[in-house]
């Protein structure tokens, strides 16, 4: 149940936090102004001072899994409908992860676009013969990792990047062991083939350790061979990832209200806060009230890595949002809500809970403080 502290009480009843101490202790209740009061407590006190309590019972749950449709203007909604896969790349440092990610990018923008000009917002999206791929590009491990820790689910293909000339190292065992266990399916890019002393059979060798066999040995997993530095057959591996989707049948309803996850988040000088968001399912919208974490507000523009202004965003589209009250974690979830007040109040009520755990640890030691000066 919903609790407020003396003073709290104090302050929205407007009367000296002094009064409300001195009246519970009439009561016979030694209480600091930081002492946390049930309803029943609250209510009470409050009459004495000819106030009415009200308890409103926050459900967050309920205010979050609101499932109202928001069609757009042609007013349909066709449900679930195919979108496209999140793809994280993962593998051992040095075998060519940011190389690969830089290539599939600097081979896929249509030259024109916002005069070629990439930024780094921690994901961007290519599109492959009509067809969109959302790569993440955060440091692989790291954005995987604390996501995956967070409870969001936003990788659906992992590349694993193994360097032809060096083979499987601990890294890649670790990239392995993560995927495998967050059940995310693997495809295998050995890179460098450029070099001399490549050896991409060693590398296929190496990994049936580790259940994954190439289809011509019989086995059902992908590798494609690569080089991020001529970019050979980088086409190869994006058609593969395409493959890979179709069988994942992957799928979101983009005529809700917009959730997702927060990718990276920082405080720009001029901006404010500014958070890469991936939205999972729904549309995102120029002025949608949202809240993440203990920060709300209202989405105020929306880019993605090109530079281009967005005026939605739907499924697995990566952008950058500004128009957020604070700072977001990454890896936390987001939610577009019904209006701002409600986007407020969760992050209201997400900052009391806090406060409150904190009150609950400290308000004994400050009671045991007071009896002793007694
Ligand atoms: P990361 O640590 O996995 O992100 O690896 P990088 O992308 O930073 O690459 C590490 C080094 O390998 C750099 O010096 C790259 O230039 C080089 N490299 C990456 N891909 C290739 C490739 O396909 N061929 C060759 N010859 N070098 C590559
Ligand atoms: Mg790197």
């Known amino acids: 149940s919903d609790v407020i ?3 709290e009480l104090a302050k929205r009843m407007g009367v000296k936090s002094k009064d409300l101490i001195t009246e519970l202790m009439r009561q016979g209740q030694m209480v600091t102004i930081n002492h946390p009061l049930d309803y029943e407590t609250a209510a009470i ?7 009415e309590v009200e308890n409103v019972a926050f459900d967050e749950e309920h205010v979050l899994t609101d499932d109202a449709v928001i069609t757009d203007e042609s007013g349909s909604d066709e449900g679930a409908i195919p979108r496209p896969p999140v793809v994280t790349i993962m593998g051992h440092v040095d075998h060519g992860k940011t190389s690969l990610l830089d290539a599939i990018r600097a081979t896929n923008v249509t030259s024109g676009e916002a005069g070629g000009i990439t930024q780094h917002i921690g994901a961007y999206d290519v599109t492959v013969n009509g067809r969109k791929i959302t790569f993440l590009d955060t440091p692989g491990h790291e954005a995987f990792t604390s996501m995956r820790a967070r409870g969001a689910k936003v990788t659906d293909i992992v590349v694993l990047v193994v ?3 060096d083979g499987v190292m601990p890294q890649t065992k670790e990239a392995i ?5 967050a059940g995310v399916p693997i495809i295998v890019a050995i890179n460098k083939m450029d070099k001399p002393d490549a050896n991409p059979d ?8 580790f259940e994954m066999v190439p289809e011509d040995w019989g086995g059902d997993t992908i590798f494609v061979e690569v080089s991020a ?3 050979a057959n980088l086409d190869s591996l994006l058609e593969m990832i395409l493959l890979q989707a179709e069988v994942l049948e992957l799928k979101a309803n983009p005529h809700k209200r917009a959730k997702g996850a927060i990718v990276e988040a920082r405080l720009d000088r001029g901006r404010g806060p500014v958070a890469t968001v991936l939205v999972e399912e729904g549309t995102l919208r120029i002025g949608d009230p949202i809240v993440s974490g203990l920060h709300y507000g209202r989405v105020r523009t929306m880019t993605n890595d090109r530079g281009d202004r967005l005026e939605e965003a739907g499924p697995s589209c990566p952008v950058e949002v500004t128009g957020l009250s604070g700072t977001p974690v990454a890896g936390d979830t987001f939610h577009a809500v019904e209006s701002e007040k409600v986007a407020k109040d969760v992050a209201t009520h997400r900052q009391r809970k806090i406060r409150e755990q904190e009150l609950a640890t400290t308000s004994k030691i400050s009671l045991e403080q007071l009896y002793a000066r007694l």
């Open 163 to 165: 360097a032809a000339d």
């Open 177 to 181: 062991n993560h995927s495998k266990a």
């Open 45 to 51: 006190l409050a009459s004495e001072f000819n106030y």
């Open 229 to 231: 530095k001529t970019t």
């Open 202 to 209: 060693r590398v296929k060798q190496e990994l049936t350790e």
């Open 5 to 7: 502290t003396v003073g």
